[in-house]
């Protein structure tokens, strides 16, 4: 029996990039059960070092994979800012991400804008 390869294990990368009066968090990887806590310390540590913005911004650009413990993440992350009088916007999803979303109401409940440049592009190809 052949061996079978080696997966590797989720990670993800959370990154805060300057963004005028809004912080923005760069998400990228995999957001599961097991990545969930890095993203709340993430927003924690956002949130604290730069209190009351206007708006928490999280780039989804990057992110390949959510499960539902990563939907919880988000949720969270969610009522964690509104606490801290901050409305969360997620922002570019990717694909299978936003489908998620849409999938179990939760974009619905959060703020989710798609990459403008690329719903411009897909409503010009559009027949």
Do not use: W
Not at 28 to 39: E, F, K, S
Not at 62 to 86: I, M, P, Q, Y
């Amino acid at each position: 029996m052949a061996a079978s390869p080696e997966l590797d294990p989720p990670g993800l990368d959370v990154r805060l990039r300057p963004g005028g009066d809004d912080l923005v968090l760069d998400v990228a990887g995999d957001l599961v059960q097991g990545t969930g806590p890095l993203l709340h310390a993430a927003v924690s540590g956002a949130l604290n070092a730069h209190p009351s913005p206007r708006e928490l911004v999280m780039d989804l650009s990057e992110l390949r994979f959510c499960d539902s413990g990563g939907l919880n993440a988000l949720v969270r992350a969610h009522h964690h800012a509104r606490e801290a009088g901050t409305e969360l916007h997620l922002l570019n999803p990717t694909t299978p991400v936003a489908f998620l979303l849409h999938l179990t109401g939760v974009a619905q409940v959060l703020r989710v804008s798609p990459n403008p440049a690329a719903a411009t592009r897909a409503a010009a190809n559009a027949p």
